[in-house]
């Protein structure tokens, strides 16, 4: 690998072309009009412009995206994540274009994008699952027997959805039936797909998740991490080792992660997400993600491997240049989502122009982000303007410096979550781990950030 096309923006460029910088690798950025004279822009050795703002002209456009690769000599491409990281024509458009997609193959991404399918392939592998329909609801199944076997409450998912989209609660046989229909019809609508499954809800259940990398050949991880503190089912903070585990589940999920991917040949890095019940003592199998996540920075924090250089490894070598002995964990550390949002306008989000930034500084402190004082915040994209990440030797005290981090971060020229963050870490519940998945909604009082 000598030229790598970046096909995202943000901080997520400016991540990877910092990684490739360090490993040899000149950059590409396939930027949009408003981003090529960004952050990410600056970071990469050359700007390719794919499009107008919208992201269906630039970041998703397909063919624009294989063009800038092709035309400015790169012989691979990183999809980030988000926009095409999880496409499998996208990916088998860049393999047909003769080359290096960074990432799974088309064939492991289809796998597990289907969620009913990755749910049965999970099954397979060992992976504990929920309680649920036997793959995707047949429109003419008796839905109710079906239902009844699995117990309310429960979920209706659709077999497309992802990230927290397409999923409709079930409390009663009276809403089954209704519910169904509606969900779809979403499916179809959202996703091209109206297929449906049924699965078992847990409530109060806690998000934990496992790292794994794999080379076709070879498969480990690199630990757990709990990302329970979310709105909407968008995560918020994320932290790692997840804390007060029970040994046996630790080792459960991580194990059959590794099985889940030896069993779709899985090359690069995902991420195999549970639900955690805390009163059975239970985890369940939810999805993969097949592509590097946002909260990546936390097992890098803990383990001292950069996860971006062992998939431009893997994609460029075949092989993973460590193996499962070479995985040392150490300390904790916390990750927050900081976006433009107004926490007093029920999060509506903040574009404008980012007048002064005040980044904390200190050991144990990182900052992964795409903008810098001037920066414009743009309504066309997702509200993320950067990830603070601490690392200390125990959760108390990564929970204590965050706090300070967060004191000492100033943004200047638009609203962002930082005060919902502080709230959220000085939570008693968050200290005795006792939050869920659930529990921004159900906690009133921190919808207001004042």
């Not at 995707?136 to 992802?162: E, M």
């Not at 809800?201 to 990302?227: K, N």
């Not at 790692?240 to 899985?266: H, K, M, N, W």
């Not at 306008?345 to 005040?358: D, H, M, V």
Request: hydrophobic share 40%; with cysteine.
């Amino acid at each position: 690998m000598k030229r790598l096309l970046i096909a995202n923006r943000g901080e997520i460029a400016v991540r990877i072309a910092r990684t490739a910088r360090e490993m040899g690798i000149e950059t590409v950025l396939a930027a949009s009009e408003p981003d090529a004279d960004s952050l990410a822009a600056r970071s990469a050795d050359k700007v390719v412009v794919v499009g107008p703002a919208p992201a269906p002209a630039s970041y998703l456009n397909q063919d624009a995206m294989i063009s800038a690769a092709l035309d400015s000599g790169c012989d691979a491409v990183h999809p980030g994540y988000g926009f095409l990281s999880e496409n499998s024509v996208f990916a088998r458009k860049v393999a047909d274009a003769g080359l290096i997609w960074v990432g799974p193959d088309a064939d492991a991404i289809e796998m597990m994008g289907n969620k009913s399918l990755a749910r049965e392939s999970a099954r397979r592998a060992g992976v504990p699952v929920l309680r649920g329909s036997d793959g995707p609801l047949d429109p003419a199944a008796d839905a109710v027997g079906v239902a009844r076997g699995i117990g309310y409450p429960l979920v209706v998912k659709a077999s497309a959805g992802g990230g927290g989209r397409g999923i409709r609660f079930v409390n009663s046989e009276d809403e089954l039936l209704a519910t169904i229909e509606v969900a779809r019809g979403e499916a179809a609508s959202v996703f091209g797909d109206p297929t449906v499954y049924l699965e078992r809800f847990v409530e109060h259940a806690r998000h934990v998740e496992v790292q794994v990398l794999g080379d076709g050949t070879s498969f480990i991880h690199l630990g757990d991490r709990d990302c329970s503190m979310q709105r909407r089912s968008q995560k918020v903070i994320e932290e790692a080792p997840a804390p007060d585990l029970p040994d046996a589940v630790r080792q459960t999920i991580r194990e059959s992660s590794v099985e889940l991917a030896r069993e779709c040949g899985y090359s690069g890095a995902g991420t195999v997400e549970f639900l955690y019940d805390p009163v059975n003592h239970e985890a369940a199998f939810i999805e993969m993600n097949t592509r590097i996540q946002v909260e990546h920075p936390i097992t890098e924090q803990i383990t001292g491997i950069d996860l971006v250089r062992e998939q431009l490894v893997i994609a460029s070598t075949g092989a993973m240049s460590i193996g499962q002995d070479d995985v040392r964990f150490s300390g904790h550390a916390i990750e927050c989502r900081i976006n433009a949002e107004d926490p007093d306008n029920n999060f509506f989000p903040s574009p404008g122009l980012i007048k002064a930034i005040e980044w904390p500084t200190g050991a144990g402190i990182r900052v992964d982000t795409g903008v810098e004082s001037g920066s414009v915040v743009s309504p066309y994209y997702d509200s993320l303007v950067a990830k603070l990440i601490v690392h200390a030797d125990t959760r108390e005290a990564a929970i204590k410096a965050t706090l300070t981090a967060l004191d000492e971060t100033h943004i200047d020229g638009v609203k962002t979550t930082i005060p919902v963050h502080k709230k959220l870490l000085a939570r008693p519940e968050f200290a005795a781990v006792t939050h869920h998945s659930k529990f921004i909604e159900t906690a009133s009082d921190l919808l207001e950030a004042k």
